[in-house]
């Protein structure tokens, strides 16, 4: 926090105690029926701390209105980052694993720091058409603008998959406006949705958003900015032991990314019996459940679930809950009995398959066109999915109706009072200490809408995608309808829920056999939602530093892991809801009939929940969070238990044992630890890959450090392999 200002003339809240009415009550509802996991009751007593500890650990509750927030210097150092990183992420994208740069990663925010700093420095403090160029130090508001402005570019946009798909899975090329319309409409669109709930999902303080505290902590490190609870006297300073994290990882990330990798995919048991199958399928970390419990590899644990460190320990024990039970105990009773004819198949896999156990020839079933050939389909195979994979479809079926009654029965009083309550009203430190900004006219996001409206129809008219717009408004409607309740799951446990699979569901019985429409439905339906939810997170750092609002290749085993698990997944789902259509997979009589039943189990066992929460006194269910017991291992595959794991087990002894043993260690350090490693990984990573393996094709340590044991044990095992139909054996029915 910048000097400017005494400290006696500095905008806070008094400290004051709560009256009598006030105590036990948050966001304005009475807490006996309000059960919130994160809460902490010990903290309500003064009205100038967040309840939190968590939010109190990383984010300061005073402000200085008069600092420098939206200056010429952080729009420009902004812009650049959100022009370089998303191309760079659209690369990396196809890796596994993935090497982000996000706010997770943080690596905006790191070189934005001594870019801030020297232009402070060296710039000449002069204006151009009325605006400073240099207005002085460089403050921690505009440092926040410029990673907000990273931040709401800064993943590939879902969009590029479509185009990725339909280059690559049919052969098409679409001209560039198309391409250009199609991105913009679905960015945007998102954009003007996060701006219009802000007001449920942001200002609350059980709105809490994880993930931004991470970001939060390292913004106040590196401004020296003190925070409530980090004013602990003993131990290291918490810059000095970011950067010790920071270096120690990148040196230490040789390992598992190039010198051993065998440390990435620690399928240890596999290696002691690399050709027993049943060994490899129960410890296997490729194909196989992942009891072998470790990986030494950050990005491993990460890439699919984030940051441990960040993660509310009740909601890592609900996903390790889902691993324990889906993937360790049904999924094997499922796979071994030979439901759906899965023992046939890889138990881990995103690819479909057919009956000789190949991956599935999509190009056999279709027309020049992209249209469906049933002569050519029935004389081919019909689609196999791994169990893991029908398994993921069930519970992101369960997981659908989950959401929304779960919502609808422990957030219902809070959703309609925040309709009604402005920033001022919020009983939270942080919410007062934005009021004093003017909000940014909510018809300002719907212009943006109805603007970016207008670029989606016109793309889906002008070209040939056999996309309608009666489609367009529809998964529009669906969004819209769970943006508010998948928000305040992601606020409160950090995790997204996602609707990729009820927007396939719809669109293959609405519009069967188009791939390419069933693929811009899931993207309009499912990715404005996330998007919207992603700069609703940046809202909400926004909102903790108190920043005035602003008023203006694929393949399995590719040689370099470029084996692109999202758009194969991706691809995998065009299939499946585009090109066959789930009349043929899901409809009565079909093979996977039986999945479509969980959409009725997400709507009653939430109910069963609450009635046993709140009737019969079971005070502990409120930590029994069911949309993400059933959303946990949706993301198995492409991800395997082994990124599960890992992740768990850290997560417990960080954010349970060393939160309750070592408070002070975990409230000055934790999220630090976070950052650090997360940076110390995407700088390791992109060195390796650009010093190591990209030069001269690929071929530095080709007949040395390649192929030594620890780079290719792992290679040599069943598991790794999964190959489990005979050479020209057959399985499946008869006739479909």
Not at 5 to 11: M, N, S, T, Y
Request: glycine share 6%; hydrophobic share 45%; proline share 7%.
């Amino acid at each position: 926090m910048s000097d400017t200002l005494p400290e006696d003339e500095r905008r806070s809240v008094d400290v004051e105690r709560c009256d009598t009415e006030q105590l036990g009550r948050v966001d304005g509802i009475d807490l006996d029926n309000y059960d919130d996991p994160n809460f902490d009751p010990t903290a309500t007593i003064f009205q100038d701390e967040s309840p939190y500890a968590e939010v109190r650990s990383a984010v300061a509750n005073t402000d200085d209105p008069t600092m420098p927030s939206s200056t010429f210097r952080a729009w420009v150092v902004g812009l650049i980052w959100s022009v370089l990183i998303p191309a760079v992420n659209q690369v990396f994208c196809f890796r596994n694993p993935a090497a982000w740069i996000s706010p997770a990663r943080l690596i905006p925010l790191i070189l934005t720091y001594p870019i801030g700093n020297a232009w402070a420095r060296y710039v000449p403090k002069v204006s151009l058409l009325g605006i400073s160029l240099n207005p002085g130090p460089f403050t921690i508001k505009e440092h926040v603008i410029t990673t907000i402005i990273a931040n709401v570019g800064i993943g590939p946009a879902h969009a590029t998959d479509v185009i990725a798909v339909q280059r690559v899975f049919y052969n098409q090329n679409p001209n560039f406006m198309y391409q250009w319309l199609l991105v913009m409409s679905t960015q945007l669109i998102s954009f003007s949705v996060g701006g219009i709930c802000k007001r449920i999902l942001v200002a609350p303080p059980s709105m809490i958003w994880p993930e931004s505290l991470a970001t939060a902590a390292l913004l106040n490190t590196l401004h020296a900015q003190e925070t409530t609870d980090t004013r602990v006297r003993h131990g290291i300073s918490r810059e000095r032991f970011f950067t010790y994290v920071v270096i120690g990882y990148f040196f230490y990330n040789f390992l598992p990314s190039y010198l051993f990798t065998a440390l990435s995919t620690f399928s240890w048991v596999c290696w002691i019996a690399p050709n027993d199958v049943k060994v490899n399928q129960i410890f296997g970390v490729t194909h196989g459940l992942g009891m072998g419990l470790i990986t030494f590899d950050w990005g491993v644990i990460t890439t699919f679930l984030g940051s441990p460190l960040v993660i509310p320990w009740w909601a890592a024990a609900n996903v390790g809950i889902a691993v324990v039970f889906f993937c360790w105990f049904l999924l094997p009773i499922l796979y071994y009995s030979n439901v759906w004819y899965s023992a046939y198949l890889p138990l881990v896999s995103s690819q479909p398959f057919d009956n000789t156990g190949s991956i599935y020839n999509v190009s056999r079933i279709i027309n020049d066109d992209g249209s469906f050939n049933l002569q050519a389909y029935q004389s081919y195979s019909p689609v196999f999915l791994p169990m893991s994979f029908a398994m993921s479809y069930g519970l992101s079926f369960a997981t659908v109706t989950a959401v929304l009654m779960h919502t609808i029965l422990y957030h219902r009083r809070q959703v309609l009072a925040q309709c009604r309550r402005s920033l001022s009203e919020q009983p939270d430190i942080h919410a007062r200490l934005m009021s004093v900004y003017k909000e940014v006219p909510e018809w300002w996001y719907l212009f943006i809408f109805l603007t970016t409206f207008a670029f989606g129809v016109f793309a889906i008219e002008r070209w040939d995608t056999e996309f309608p717009v009666w489609a367009f408004v529809l998964a529009l409607v669906i969004s819209l309808v769970y943006t508010i309740p998948v928000g305040v799951v992601q606020a409160v446990t950090k995790f997204q829920v996602g609707l990729n699979v009820i927007t396939e569901l719809i669109i293959g019985y609405a519009l069967p056999g188009r791939p390419i429409a069933m693929m811009m439905f899931r993207t309009w339906g499912y990715i404005t939602m996330s998007q919207a939810l992603i700069l609703t997170s940046s809202f909400k750092l926004g909102h903790y530093m108190k920043i005035p609002h602003p008023r203006y290749a694929c393949s399995p085993h590719q040689k370099d892991n470029f084996t692109c698990p999202y758009i194969t997944a991706f691809g995998t789902a065009s299939i499946i809801w585009g090109v066959i259509g789930p009349r043929r997979l899901f409809s009565h009589g079909q093979l996977y009939y039986g999945l479509v039943f969980s959409l009725l189990a997400g709507a009653v066992i939430p109910l069963i929940q609450w009635t046993l929460h709140k009737k019969f006194g079971m005070r502990f269910l409120k930590y029994f969070n069911l949309p993400l017991v059933f959303y946990g291992v949706t993301r198995i595959p492409p991800a395997t238990p082994v990124n599960y794991v890992t992740w768990v087990l850290i997560c417990f002894l960080f954010n349970y044992v060393i939160r309750r043993r070592h408070m002070p260690w975990w409230l000055k350090y934790n999220y630090l630890l976070s950052a650090g490693l997360d940076v110390g990984y995407t700088i390791g990573i992109l060195f390796v890959f650009l010093a190591l393996q990209y030069p001269k094709n690929g071929m530095i340590g080709t007949n040395s450090i390649q192929i030594w044991w620890g780079n290719t044990v792992y290679t040599k095992t069943a598991d790794y392999i999964a190959k489990t139909v005979p050479e020209g054996g057959t399985f499946g029915p008869l006739s479909w």
